[in-house]
C-alpha cells in the first residue's frame, strides 16, 4: 500500500510513507511515523489528526490521542470508523497511526497527522511539533501498481531464460558423453531398441489374443 522512505532508523524506528489509495468498503491504515532522534531522551507526546475534503476551504479535528485521555474521535463521518492504531503501553509516541474500519466516499481527502512532543534535557523542557501530510483516494477496485506488474514480467523473463539454461546444459552433457563413448551409447540404444521390439511384439500377440 505504499513506497517505503527511510528517513532515519535511529533507535529503531523507520518512518515510512502511508498508503494513497484505498478501496471502497474495505479497511485501510492511514500510517504516520514520527522518529525521535535521541531514543535516549525522555519524551510525552500526544497526537491529532485533521481532514480536509476535496474542495473544502479548511481542515478539521477529527481525531486525538494521548496516552493518559486515550483517544477520541469527533462526530460526523469518521465517527465509528476511525480508531488509533499507533503506539500504546508507553507516554511517547512514534506510531501515529490511525485506521478506517471501513472506507467511504466521503473519507476521500487530505489529511494532516500532527506530534507533539515534550522532550526532557537537564533542567529544561523542549516542546516540539510536526505534521505530516497525505491525500487520500478511494477508488471502487484496487489497482496494480506498476511495481507488481514489472515483478511479474521479470518473474516470467527468469523462468524462460533458467529454461532455456538447463536445456543447452543437457544438451551440452548429452554431446560430451556421446563424444567420449559412443561405442557404448550405440550398443545401448541397440539393447533398447531390441527390448522395445520385443515389447511390441508381445503387445501383438496379447491382442489377438484377447480378440480371439
Given at each position: 500500500?505504499?513506497?517505503?522512505?527511510?528517513?532515519?532508523?535511529?533507535?529503531?524506528?523507520?518512518?515510512?510513507?502511508?498508503?494513497?489509495?484505498?478501496?471502497?468498503?474495505?479497511?485501510?491504515?492511514?500510517?504516520?511515523?514520527?522518529?525521535?532522534?535521541?531514543?535516549?531522551?525522555?519524551?510525552?507526546?500526544?497526537?491529532?489528526?485533521?481532514?480536509?475534503?476535496?474542495?473544502?476551504?479548511?481542515?478539521?479535528?477529527?481525531?486525538?490521542?494521548?496516552?493518559?485521555?486515550?483517544?477520541?474521535v469527533a462526530p460526523g463521518?469518521?465517527?465509528?470508523?476511525?480508531?488509533?492504531?499507533?503506539?500504546?503501553?508507553?507516554?511517547?509516541?512514534?506510531?501515529?497511526?490511525?485506521?478506517?474500519?471501513?472506507?467511504?466516499?466521503?473519507?476521500?481527502?487530505?489529511?494532516?497527522?500532527?506530534?507533539?512532543?515534550?522532550?526532557?534535557?537537564?533542567?529544561?523542557?523542549?516542546?516540539?511539533?510536526?505534521?505530516?501530510?497525505?491525500?487520500?483516494?478511494?477508488?471502487?477496485?484496487?489497482?496494480?501498481?506498476?511495481?507488481?506488474?514489472?515483478?511479474?514480467?521479470?518473474?516470467?523473463?527468469?523462468?524462460?531464460?533458467?529454461?532455456?539454461?538447463?536445456?543447452?546444459?543437457?544438451?551440452?552433457?548429452?554431446?560430451?558423453?556421446?563424444?567420449?563413448?559412443?561405442?557404448?551409447?550405440?550398443?545401448?540404444?541397440?539393447?533398447?531398441?531390441?527390448?522395445?521390439?520385443?515389447?511390441?511384439?508381445?503387445?501383438?500377440?496379447?491382442?489377438?489374443?484377447?480378440?480371439?
Amino acid at each position: 500500500w505504499g513506497c517505503i522512505l527511510v528517513w532515519g532508523a535511529l533507535g529503531g524506528c523507520v518512518e515510512v510513507a502511508s498508503g494513497t489509495e484505498a478501496v471502497l468498503g474495505l479497511p485501510f491504515r492511514l500510517l504516520c511515523i514520527a522518529c525521535k532522534r535521541r531514543s535516549e531522551t525522555p519524551a510525552e507526546a500526544e497526537s491529532e489528526w485533521f481532514f480536509r475534503p476535496e474542495g473544502a476551504p479548511q481542515f478539521e479535528k477529527i481525531l486525538h490521542y494521548s496516552p493518559e485521555e486515550g483517544e477520541w474521535v469527533a462526530p460526523g463521518p469518521f465517527f465509528g470508523v476511525m480508531s488509533w492504531n499507533g503506539s500504546r503501553g508507553t507516554r511517547d509516541l512514534q506510531d501515529l497511526s490511525v485506521w478506517l474500519a471501513a472506507v467511504q466516499h466521503n473519507h476521500a481527502g487530505h489529511y494532516v497527522c500532527r506530534l507533539k512532543r515534550n522532550l526532557t534535557f537537564e533542567g529544561y523542557t523542549y516542546s516540539l511539533a510536526r505534521n505530516q501530510t497525505l491525500r487520500l483516494a478511494v477508488v471502487e477496485k484496487a489497482r496494480r501498481d506498476l511495481a507488481s506488474i514489472v515483478s511479474e514480467i521479470l518473474m516470467y523473463v527468469l523462468i524462460v531464460v533458467l529454461t532455456l539454461w538447463l536445456a543447452a546444459e543437457m544438451l551440452y552433457c548429452y554431446r560430451k558423453v556421446a563424444a567420449a563413448a559412443p561405442g557404448k551409447i550405440g550398443v545401448k540404444m541397440g539393447k533398447l531398441g531390441t527390448k522395445m521390439g520385443k515389447l511390441g511384439k508381445n503387445g501383438v500377440k496379447m491382442a489377438e489374443r484377447g480378440v480371439a
